[in-house]
C-alpha cells in the first residue's frame, strides 16, 4: 500500500489530483488552509466521496476559496473482511496515538491521531469510525488487541549510561586492586577460604583471622603488594573492617569473576575511606 | 563492571545494573558505536541495542554510553601483572584476561608484536580498532612472566614411600 504511505498533505493532494488531474501541486496545498471535509454523494461515473473547501492562506500569493471535490480513502474496504490486530504486550488502555502508530507501520499507511476519537480502549474488538474531520480517510476501523512482546524501550527509561568509566570505581592516588592477582589460583588453599564465613568482617583476631591472612600472604608473594588482617582498611594494606563475601560462579552479584576457571570465589570491595579502591578478589575451585 | 566478560556484556551488565533490568546478553545485539561529536576523546559513542527474534523483547534502542581508555588502564596496574609472555598480543589475550580480569578481543584490539626488555618484563601496545564497542585510544602495556616455580615448590625434598 505504498500508494497511500506519503505524509497525508501529500496523500490529499494525491487524493484530490486524482479525482481533478493536474489541478494542484504540493505548494498550492501548503498555502491553503482547509474547511471541514463534507460528504458528497459521487454523481455517475465518479469517485469522489468528499468536498472541501480551501481557502488562501494570509500573506501568500493566493487570494479566494476554492471547492474540490475528492475521495477519501474507505478504510471499510481497505480493510473489508479483516481485522487489524494491535500487536501490545499489556492489553487495555489503548489510545489512538498507539493505534496509529501501530496500523502506519504495518500496513504503511499516513494516519494521525485525529483521524480517530480521543478515546481509550481496553482488549476486545472495537469498531472505530473514522472521525468526519479526516482529510484523507473515513469509514471504520476494525482493530483488536493480540498479545505481543513487549518493547525495548518500554523496558530501559533512560538511554544514556555511565556504565563503563574508571570514576566509578577508581579515585585518583589509590591502586585499583580489581586489577592485581585476578588470576591467582587460591585452591591450595580452599579450605581456608571456605571456612571464612560469607559476611564475615575481617578483624586481626578470632575465627578467620589465619584463614583469611594465609591468602593474603600467598596474594603477597605473587603480587608484591602486603595485605595485613590486622589493620585498618584505611591505613595502607590494612583490610580489617572490610567484609569478605562468597559467590558461586558463575554469579550475577558477583560478573567481575572468572566463571571460565574457578568456581567460587571471596570478593572483598573497598569502602570509600579504605587505601585501595574496587574489589579484591580470591578464585579457587572448591 | 564486568571486564572480564568482555565489551558487550559488561555494557549489558551495566545496562542491568543501572536501570534494574534484566537483559540476557544473549537476547541482544549491540551495534557498531558511533563516537558522539560533542565528546572529541572518543570515548562516548552510541550504539543500537536491538533484539534478537526469539528473545522474550523486541524492538531497538540507540544507547549513550562511554569506552573505557586503553591510555588510563596501563596506569592503573598496583603491580605489574603476572602473565605468560606470548609473541603477539592476540596470543596474549588470554593470558591477560584470567591474569587481569580485562578481558579484550580481536575486536577490541590491532595486533601487535610483544617486546622482551631485557630486565624481567615485557611490553605491548594496546590499540582500540575503531569499532571496538568497548576500548579507545592506545597505551603500553607493561607486564612480567609468571612468577617461578620455586615461589609455589617451597619444599624441595622429595619422599619415596
Excluded at chain 1, 584463614?211 to 591505613?235: E, M, P, R
Excluded at chain 2, 561529536?37 to 572518543?42: A, K, Q
Excluded at chain 2, 601483572?81 to 593470558?95: A, K, M, Q, W
Aim: charged share 20%; proline share 6%.
Amino acid at each position: 500500500m505504498s500508494l497511500y504511505s506519503k505524509p497525508q498533505i501529500e496523500l490529499l493532494l494525491d487524493l484530490i489530483n486524482e479525482s481533478n488531474p493536474g489541478l494542484m501541486e504540493l505548494r498550492d496545498l501548503q498555502n491553503t488552509s482547509y474547511g471541514v471535509p463534507k460528504v458528497r454523494t459521487p454523481g455517475p461515473g465518479e469517485i469522489a466521496d468528499t468536498t472541501l473547501e480551501l481557502y488562501a492562506k494570509p500573506d501568500t500569493f493566493y487570494i479566494g476559496k476554492q471547492i474540490v471535490h475528492y475521495r477519501r480513502v474507505d478504510l471499510s474496504r481497505l480493510f473489508a473482511n479483516m481485522v487489524v490486530l494491535l500487536d501490545r504486550w499489556q492489553p487495555g488502555n489503548i489510545r489512538r496515538e498507539y493505534i496509529v502508530e501501530q496500523v502506519n507501520k504495518k500496513y504503511n499507511l499516513s494516519l494521525i491521531p485525529d483521524d480517530l476519537p480521543d478515546s481509550v480502549w481496553g482488549a476486545t474488538t472495537y469498531n472505530v469510525t473514522i472521525a468526519a474531520t479526516s482529510l484523507a480517510y473515513r469509514g471504520i476501523l476494525r482493530f483488536q488487541y493480540a498479545p505481543g512482546k513487549r518493547d525495548l524501550d518500554q523496558i530501559l527509561n533512560k538511554t544514556v549510561f555511565n556504565i563503563r568509566d574508571w570514576d566509578a570505581q577508581y579515585v585518583e592516588g589509590k591502586p585499583l586492586l580489581s586489577l592485581a592477582g585476578v588470576g591467582i589460583d587460591y585452591t591450595r588453599f580452599k579450605a581456608s577460604a571456605d571456612s571464612i564465613t560469607n559476611g564475615w568482617v575481617i578483624a586481626g583476631t578470632g575465627t578467620g583471622y589465619a584463614q583469611i591472612s594465609q591468602l593474603f600472604s600467598w596474594f603477597g608473594k605473587v603480587t608484591g603488594i602486603t595485605l595485613d588482617a590486622g589493620v585498618s582498611h584505611t591505613q595502607v594494606g590494612g583490610m580489617a573492617g572490610l567484609t569478605v563475601s562468597r559467590f558461586n560462579l558463575p554469579s550475577a552479584n558477583a560478573p567481575e569473576g572468572n566463571a571460565e576457571k574457578f568456581n567460587r570465589v571471596l570478593v572483598i570491595a573497598s569502602k570509600p575511606d579504605s587505601w585501595f579502591t574496587g574489589k579484591l578478589l580470591i578464585h579457587y575451585n572448591w | 563492571m564486568a571486564l572480564i566478560q568482555g565489551s558487550k556484556v559488561d555494557v549489558i551488565s551495566g545496562i542491568n545494573r543501572d536501570v534494574q533490568v534484566l537483559l540476557d546478553p544473549n537476547g541482544v545485539l549491540l551495534g557498531i558505536p558511533h563516537p558522539v561529536e560533542e565528546d572529541p576523546s572518543g570515548a562516548t559513542v552510541q550504539a543500537r541495542l536491538t533484539c534478537v527474534p526469539e528473545y522474550q523483547y523486541r524492538g531497538s534502542q540507540v544507547i549513550t554510553y562511554q569506552r573505557l581508555g586503553f591510555a588510563e588502564l596501563v596506569t592503573l596496574f598496583p603491580a605489574l601483572p603476572n602473565i605468560s609472555p606470548r609473541e603477539t598480543l592476540y596470543e596474549l589475550l588470554e593470558g591477560l584476561r584470567t591474569a587481569t580480569g580485562v578481558g579484550l578481543s580481536e575486536d577490541d584490539v590491532e595486533d601487535a608484536p610483544v617486546e622482551a626488555q631485557g630486565d624481567g618484563t615485557y611490553h605491548v601496545l594496546l590499540k582500540a580498532k575503531p569499532l571496538s564497542q568497548g576500548w579507545y585510544g592506545e597505551g603500553t602495556l607493561v607486564f612480567q612472566d609468571l612468577p617461578p616455580l620455586s615461589l609455589v615448590i617451597t619444599d624441595v625434598t622429595l619422599e619415596w614411600n
